[in-house]
Each structure stands twice: as C-alpha cells, then as structure tokens.
Nanobody, 122 residues
C-alpha cells in the first residue's frame, strides 16, 4: 500500500528556514515523482515543487524558485525552505505520481499524505 507521511512543519519568523520531510513506503520510489503542495485556508491546493524518482529532475513554482530546494535521499523527499515569507503559510502536503514526469498539477498526484502545518509569522 502506497503511503506518504509529512513532518517538519512549525512556526517560524519571516526570513527563517524549515525542512519538511516526506517519508514514503509501499512503492518503489524510482518509478514515481513526488510533489510538494500547499493549501492555505480558503484557497485551492497549489503545487510548490516536484522531483522525478527516475532522474532527479526538479521543478518549482516561480514564487519559491530561489528559496526552496527539493531533494531525495533513499525513501524520503525533503523540501528545504529558506527565507520564508508570511505568504508561505499553509498546510504542506506531499503526493506521489506514477511515472517519472514532474508536474505541479494536483490532479496528477495520488495518494497524498495528511500534511504538516507551516506558519510564518512574527
């Protein structure tokens, strides 16, 4: 059974950093892409970053390109978030996409983890 579990969220001041982790189990990560998404209250879930399990190709939304770094080590995918801003406040989810292609489209991913809350506030 494919499972994902996020961790690493918390409260951080503007300009601070957090590293989110997405632990995976039940499938061969080499044949999946893993994406990080976020959803703020009252807003739709949006793609943040994605990494291909096949060749390590990465993809970012424009607003995080110079601040966030996605990486993978064994069965865990990380999202290093630097220079966090209040607009980054959201619940962050990771999802799995069968195949190696990267994407930031919500409909391309299933299953999902339960999420981890990130709050950026002074």
């Amino acid at each position: 059974q494919l499972q994902l579990m996020e961790s690493g969220g918390g409260l951080v001041q503007p300009g601070g950093s957090l590293r989110l982790s997405c632990e995976t189990s039940g499938f061969d990560l080499d044949y999946y892409a893993i994406g990080w998404f976020r959803q703020a209250p009252g807003k739709e879930r949006e793609g943040v970053s994605c990494i291909s399990g096949t060749d390590g190709t990465t993809y970012y939304r424009d607003s995080v390109k110079d601040r966030f770094i996605i990486s993978r080590e064994k069965r865990t995918v990380y999202l290093q978030m630097n220079n966090l801003m209040p607009e980054d406040t959201a619940r962050y989810y990771c999802g799995a996409r069968s195949g190696s292609g990267v994407s930031l489209s919500v409909v391309d991913f299933d299953p999902w983890g339960r999420g981890t809350q990130v709050t950026v506030s002074s």
